[in-house]
């Protein structure tokens, strides 16, 4: 076929045309050869070239490459080299569809923790922890778990604002070339805490640069009490580096390491270590943990004795306590030696402390001020603890906490600031009502703010500057001892944002310098030796720095005589007289921390460990002073002092003390994102800085308005096990005594079945131990979860209506009495019955067994009956009720797992043990030659991301796996066996440890 | 069974069952009805027919919502999977039961009673069938796949359906419980189709009865057959009788949910089924009695041998009721004493005691034979024992459901809007249906009731039986 021989439609058109002729243009008219030539390259069937054999490769080819370059420009791919881990060499050769993991580490409020980011073709879609890391060993916190969700924001601040109004890049170019810093007289900036070792050498810089600037660090929840706390004990500010797992007794004063004021998941690693119960080794080696807070937290829930009080109260405990074991003297004390709970339970402990004298441990939580901290050293110190070490810090703290901020208040309100760059954070929201933040950044006449958020602080700024997210950037975090690991970003800057240490070397330097090589420069000077550039790669993979300074703990002794001295003074300023009226604590939430994880969804709709309360905060009151005030859960109440007032909901929380309120703060966020705005109520509305974590003398009125509080386990008559063998608990003494406990607290029948039993005796068959006594609680395989299997967020409304889809949950019991209840936690995923009750129900066969004894869905069978949700005596199954994708932003989209597919509404959907890892991973076996699943190659999400490695996944064929000999264990049991169904995932008996003098 | 039929008190010889002076007459009261020639449909009829259509319209409105939008618009949640919709499916299957008995069992035991009510019993039970049958469709999460619950070719998989599942066995049940039904009333139609089209003055009237009439002629060969026919489909109804609600039941007793894995379900379920059925049909008949002036062909004989089965089927499951608290703390289950001390005293307490006043308690008036010949009592009772029957359904679904096993994933269930208007949805569609039918087709069945009245002359009198 050729042009000569087929006259196309054009050329007839334009060349035979018989009767009147139309034209279309006037060259058409003309018939130039222009026109010829046009309409012969216009139209391919015309076109020479594609009849040419050639030619046509050469377009084929044209094609092939253009299509890979229009790839290259969507790929966002960093142009920086990052070296992926956890896959080794092999992962450097990329295929397409399989992920890559690479290393990078997060600092939240100064705790670092190393992780391990899942990324599926230049995405991040799920974060780990990473093995080498030891602030993670593995495990992952809520908090890391959700930041991926961050990234796909679709609220994120994408542009530069000038005056709230949007502005260009080169506008801020300009405004920051024309910024007359001089002397840096009236030069501030205004950061988070500073652990990033290439920040802080930034921060050296531009104090040097700029003498008379100031640094100032400001942390809504901070560490700050713990080096005071150390410098009051020690007389130098040193981090306390307790070792949980040396420790057999631990007295934790208002300090909820295994929740919320230790964010990062050694923590709870190492407490577990000794609490872990599986040889009687392990029994007579059980730590006991006594916990003394206000409100109740995971580390009360998980402790053996725990004591009620004040916020404020504990420095008196402390106090007595350090009296009672002799540490220090000349103290003032109360309560001692009375027949109270009080004093019964500072008499316990301290005999246990005593007794246990190297392997005690004492600690004190960030809220506490600085003399509970000391007391605490002290106490350490006289029982000759070994429990804790102390190092310098690595990065200068002295210019850090809330007084530092009040200053900088003042300074920003005299008008002798005239240029202010905040550094990341939302100061205007966070800082103490007092300091009038929002007021006094007005009155600064150039302001830099770079978060990631359009924020309160972003709204008040001069200019706003778009920030990278933690997965976008590279950077460093040191920990507390100093060990550094490199932050590589997973991803091109989605909106173009900037890190801290940039835009800090920008204001310094004068000149734009990428964050990568501000970072490489850095290390590249730290390395000694001439192979600085296989050390850099060798820490980009590894997730930890070598040869970063890991600090050596220094010796200190306690300067009791000084201490008691100190103390007695600091007495008056920092036990304001008790008040009458209400005391307001302010505590870290679970979902947002301090509002940062305001705007992610995954975060909000995690229930709270204790309360299981989302999308909201409330006023925690006791039992008790619910009574007194009259008051039942969602009546708002205001809350005042002053001229600090805010109107909040209440919820009754059982073990709370007394003439006490707690609220969580994190909520009421106004500017925000579409997750977090107006959910919960600003508690920095009431928080000064002389109240910075407990103010007392608040009025408490009732408004009689109500609002609705969102939980995910009714309140009431679900709160208790109601006698049901459900979680079962006893006492190591009593384990000791009858090992046969467990086991006897319900009979299982045996099962006569009309159908022969179906054989799991053969090939790899999955179960599931879940220790009760390693759990804490913590929620990160909830949230683990969510990331792994792409659960919806169904917001308030729907998780109001019961319909909330998380396929691992935690459920919390209340035991004893409603004032001093216990906490039991136990997490759910689906039990993956033998004898399912959920599969023989569903009509059309959409959930079925698998041979390896998984319960199978089927999503694109399921016409959603939900027949097989009611019969699951567990309630694990989640019906997608409505579309919840349906107005979900695109980008959101992005965050999902490829290997597995998002429901769509009127399905069924459940746990599956990950099965996607599980499949993954024998393709890969296979791939190997072998048929055999090593133990451990397999872990799902929970239990991957397990802090206390409480959930143990594995072939229960094989006698040797670990899950195997967990399930040998005599604490052993499954939930309802005695239905028949014969539960694949299986618990281990809580024991607890409590000291028999406090049980009588 | 001669026996049976021997007893004068069985045989309600005395006093008469219908009053008719003679077939003419009863041909003529019937026919007009439907006819409305002599008698004019009253404006009211229409008028109510119009409301009943509006809010049938109502339901279309919301299944379209539902079907567009999801399950989510109604209420149900985790843990209650099923609320008002499988609620509302068995109440609906219930009131059907008590056609297929009328017209099925008291054949074949010969009570001639059913005469004058069978016919409307039957209309009534396919009616509430359809009622029944939107639920289980719309229920599904996706309405458009429900066809896989049917063994037709289904995806490209070609898979089974699970055979196992209660609720297979539910879609047998009932699409046959559907069709048996709608034969055996269609067969019964027949010779009055006839009758019809003998009467028919307009050529439409000719062809549409006539089609229907499916050439009926009156021989004897015809009422040969056609006795037959009506025997067989009355014997093969008869085990339907019991399994539709048996196998309804099994959707609840063969799970694991404590309060719903009982044994005595099928009995129990089967006699509440007749008890609402029986008392739905009550309803219906003394509108029409009422407006349709049929006082001489639904007597008062007629109502209290209905009460009397009300009163029976109430007994029985008073009963079930009683003996489902004994077992439960007989068994010292502790789930199982839960569920049950939960229903009577739980958040769902007015839900159960409204059942039991309406099951329980308020049918006992019926010892009195006074009670039983009260009209505005059968008119209330009729009312409340629906109501308490559908209460019934409700508890078991929903306190079974929020608070079974676990604690923590216990919760509460409140209907929505769209829950509500759905079941006055088809409360509207049955109400349609059933006054399409009383206008359009004969609502007492005049061949049959003929034969009543033949039957009159040649029974043995009273006296006759005493003096044997």
């Known amino acids: 076929m050729s042009s000569s021989q087929t006259p196309s439609l054009i050329t007839i058109q334009t060349q035979n045309v018989t009767g009147k002729k139309y034209w279309r243009s006037l060259n058409q008219l003309a018939d130039t050869p222009e026109f010829q030539e046009w309409v012969h390259r216009e139209f391919p069937a015309n076109a020479s070239e594609m009849l040419d054999g050639n030619s046509r490769r050469t377009v084929l080819k044209l094609m092939a490459a253009s299509f890979g370059l229009a790839g290259l420009t969507a790929c966002r791919r960093p142009v920086e080299h990052i070296l992926p881990n956890a896959m080794g060499t092999e992962a450097e050769n990329y295929a397409p569809g399989e992920p890559f993991f690479y290393s990078t580490v997060m600092s939240q409020s100064g705790h670092v923790t190393g992780l391990m980011v899942e990324t599926h073709d230049g995405r991040p879609t799920k974060i780990e922890g990473n093995p080498d890391h030891p602030h993670s060993l593995g495990a992952a916190t809520a908090f890391q778990q959700a930041s991926v969700l961050g990234v ?9 604002l000038n005056g709230g109004k949007e502005a260009k890049w080169p506008d801020l170019v300009a405004a920051i070339a024309k910024l007359a810093l001089g002397d840096g007289a009236g030069l501030r900036f205004l950061s988070g805490f500073v652990s990033s070792p290439t920040l802080a050498s930034l921060r050296a810089d531009a104090l040097k640069k700029y003498p008379k600037a100031k640094w100032v660090e400001y942390e809504a929840l901070s560490r700050d009490n713990e080096l005071a706390g150390a410098q009051l004990a020690f007389g130098q500010p040193l981090y306390a580096h307790p070792k949980w797992d040396k420790a057999k007794i631990v007295v934790a004063l208002d300090h909820d390491f295994l929740g919320l004021d230790a964010p990062s998941p050694f923590f709870t690693r ?83 402390l005593k007794a246990a004298g190297a392997e005690a441990l004492v600690v004190a939580g960030p809220r506490q001020p600085a003399s509970v901290h000391a007391l605490a050293a002290a106490i350490n110190e006289k029982l000759g603890s070994t429990c804790v070490t102390y190092t310098k810090p690595v990065i200068d703290k002295s210019n850090s906490g809330v007084e530092a901020l009040k200053a900088l208040a003042g300074e920003m309100s005299g008008g002798q600031v005239s240029t202010l760059v905040i550094l990341g954070g939302n100061p205007a929201y966070t800082a103490p009502a007092d300091t009038q933040f929002s007021v006094a950044l007005s009155k600064v006449a150039v302001s830099l703010h770079l978060g990631q958020e359009v924020d309160e602080t972003a709204a008040g700024a001069t200019w706003h500057i778009p920030e990278a997210h933690m997965l976008e950037s590279w950077g460093d975090e040191a920990t507390s001892e100093g060990l550094a690991a490199i932050q590589q970003p997973m991803i091109e800057p ?4 900037k890190t801290a240490a940039e835009v800090a070397s920008w204001i310094t330097a004068g000149r734009f310098t990428k964050s990568h090589d501000l970072v490489k420069n850095y290390w590249l000077a730290q390395f000694t030796g001439n192979k600085k550039e296989e050390m850099w790669r060798k820490a980009l993979h590894d997730g930890v720095v070598a040869a970063s300074k890991t600090t050596d703990p220094v010796k200190v002794t306690v300067d009791t005589r000084k201490l008691a001295a100190a103390l007695t003074a600091t007495t008056a300023a920092e036990a304001k007289p008790a008040a009458s009226g209400i005391e307001v604590g302010f505590y870290p939430s679970s979902s947002t921390w301090d509002g940062r994880f305001a705007n992610n969804g995954w975060l909000q709709e995690t229930p709270d460990p204790i309360s299981k309360l989302v999308w909201g905060n409330a006023a925690m009151v006791s039992p008790k002073t619910a009574r007194d005030q009259k008051l039942t859960d969602g009546d708002v109440v205001t809350l005042s002092r002053g001229n600090v007032k805010v109107e909040a909901a209440v919820m009754v929380q059982p073990g709370h003390a007394d003439d006490a309120v707690s609220v969580a703060l994190g909520y009421g966020r106004e500017k925000c994102g579409r997750a977090g705005k107006g959910v919960g109520f600003n508690a920095n509305l009431i928080r000064t800085s002389d109240g910075f974590y407990f103010g007392q003398g608040f009025a408490l009125a009732i ?43 319900s009979e299982v029948p045996e099962i006569h079945s009309i159908y022969p039993e179906f054989s799991y005796a053969q090939g790899n068959q999955w179960g599931m131990a879940i220790d009760l006594t390693a759990c804490t609680g913590c929620n990160a395989c909830v949230v683990a979860c969510v990331a792994e299997n792409n659960t919806p967020v169904v917001g308030k409304d729907q998780v109001l209506r019961g319909r909330e889809m998380h396929w691992i949950r935690m459920d919390r019991y209340y035991t004893g009495d409603e004032n001093d209840p216990q906490v039991v936690e136990q997490p759910i995923p689906c039990m993956q019955c033998e004898n399912a009750p959920c599969e023989n129900v569903c009509p059309v066969q959409a959930t079925t067994h698998s041979p390896e004894g998984l319960n199978d869905m089927a999503y694109n069978r399921c016409v959603g009956t939900r027949y097989c949700a009611n019969n699951c005596p567990f309630k694990v199954r989640h019906f997608n009720f409505l579309n919840y994708h349906k107005n979900e932003p695109e980008v959101q989209g992005l965050v999902y797992n490829p290997d597995v597919s998002v429901r769509m509404r009127g399905v069924m959907e459940k746990c599956t043990y990950c099965v996607q890892r599980i499949e993954e991973t024998k393709i890969k076996a296979k791939r190997d030659g072998r048929r055999e699943i090593k133990d451990g190659e397999i872990k ?47 618990y281990l008996a809580k024991l607890r440890n409590p000291n028999p003098e406090l049980t009588v | 069974m001669s026996a049976v039929l021997q007893d004068p008190a069985l045989m309600e010889v005395n006093p008469p069952l219908v009053r008719s002076t003679n077939y003419h007459d009863l041909t003529e009261q019937i026919s007009a009805i439907v006819e409305g020639d002599v008698i004019k449909t009253p404006t009211k009829y229409w008028i109510t027919l119009g409301v009943t259509a509006s809010i049938t319209g109502l339901l279309g409105a919301m299944l379209g ?65 359809m009622c029944a049958g939107i639920f289980p469709l719309f229920h599904t999460g996706r309405p458009w796949r429900a066809y896989w619950l049917f063994p037709i070719p289904n995806t490209d998989l070609n898979l089974w359906q699970n055979f196992r599942s209660p609720l297979i066995w539910d879609v047998f049940a009932v699409s046959t419980y559907f069709t048996v039904s709608a034969l055996f ?103 029409a009695r009422w407006t349709l002036n049929l006082q001489n062909l639904i007597t008062m004989k007629h109502l209290e041998n209905m009460n009397k089965i009300i009163l029976v089927t109430g007994s029985v499951v008073s009963y079930a009721y009683a003996c489902e608290f004994f077992i439960a703390w007989y068994s010292g289950n502790i789930y199982e004493r839960f569920t049950f001390w939960n229903r009577a005293f739980g958040p769902y307490w007015w839900a159960a005691w409204s059942m039991y006043t309406c099951n329980l308690i308020i049918p006992q008036l019926y010892w009195f034979k006074k009670m039983r010949n009260n009209l505005w009592v059968m008119f209330i009772i009729s009312i409340t024992t629906n109501i308490g029957m559908w209460f019934e359904r409700f508890v078991i679904i929903a306190t079974s459901l929020t608070r079974d096993f676990l604690p923590s994933s216990w919760g509460y269930f409140h209907p929505t809007y769209v829950d509500m208007c759905t079941f006055a949805g088809t409360i509207g569609l049955f109400l349609t249906l059933f006054l399409v039918f009383a206008r359009f087709l004969p609502m007492i069945a005049i061949s049959e009731v003929k034969g009543v009245l033949a039957v009159e002359k040649h029974t043995f009198k009273g006296e006759e039986v005493a003096t044997r």
């Open chain 1, 494 to 497: 989605m909106h173009g944002g």
């Open chain 2, 185 to 287: 009333w269609f067969t019964g139609l027949v010779p009055d189709l006839a009758t019809l089209r003998d009467r028919s003055t307009t050529r439409v009237k000719q062809v549409v009865f006539g089609l229907l009439s499916l050439g009926w002629r009156g021989s004897a060969r015809h009422w040969n057959n056609y006795e037959k026919a009506y025997l067989i489909l009355a014997a093969i109804s008869t085990p339907l009788v019991l399994s539709v609600h048996s196998i309804v039941s099994f959707d609840f007793a063969t799970s694991v949910v404590p309060g719903w894995h009982t044994t005595i379900f099928p009995p129990y379920f089967v006699a509440g089924a007749i008890f609402s059925g029986f008392a739905c049909v009550m309803t219906l008949l003394l509108i």
């Open chain 1, 270 to 352: 190492a407490f577990t270590k000794r609490r872990r119960v599986e040889s009687e080794e392990d029994l007579e080696k059980m730590n006991r943990l006594y916990a003394v807070e206000s409100q109740f937290s995971l580390t009360g829930a998980n402790a053996d004795h725990r004591l009620r009080m004040k916020g404020s109260d504990v420095r008196q405990f402390a106090a007595d306590l350090a009296n009672a074991v002799g540490a220090v003297s000349g103290l003032n004390v109360v309560g001692n030696g009375g027949a109270d709970k009080r004093a019964k339970f500072l008499a316990a402990v301290v005999k246990d």
């Open chain 1, 152 to 160: 796909y924001d679709p609220d994120r601040s994408a542009k530069v």
């Open chain 1, 703 to 745: 408004t009689g308005k109500r609002e609705t509080l969102a939980t995910t386990q009714e309140r009431g008559a679900g709160d208790t096990q109601n006698g049901r063998p459900l979680v079962r608990e006893g006492t190591a003494e009593e384990y000791k005594k009858n090992p046969k406990f467990v086991e006897e607290m």
């Open chain 2, 65 to 129: 919502y539902l079907l567009v939008t999801g399950i989510g618009v109604w209420g149900n949640n985790r843990p209650v999977g099923w609320a008002w919709d499988i609620t509302n499916f068995v109440f609906w299957i219930g009131i059907g039961h008590a056609g297929t008995l009328i017209s099925a069992i008291l054949f074949l035991f010969r009570q001639k009673w059913r005469t004058s009510i069978n016919r409307s019993a039957e209309a009534m039970t396919l009616f509430a069938v």
């Open chain 1, 940 to 986: 799902t999400a929970c239990q991957q991301t397990c802090p206390a490695e409480a959930i143990v996944f594995g072939n229960i064929n094989d006698p040797n796996s670990r899950v195997s000999k967990l399930k040998k264990q005599e604490r052993n049991y499954a939930m309802l066996a005695e239905l028949g169904i014969k539960p694949r995932t299986t």
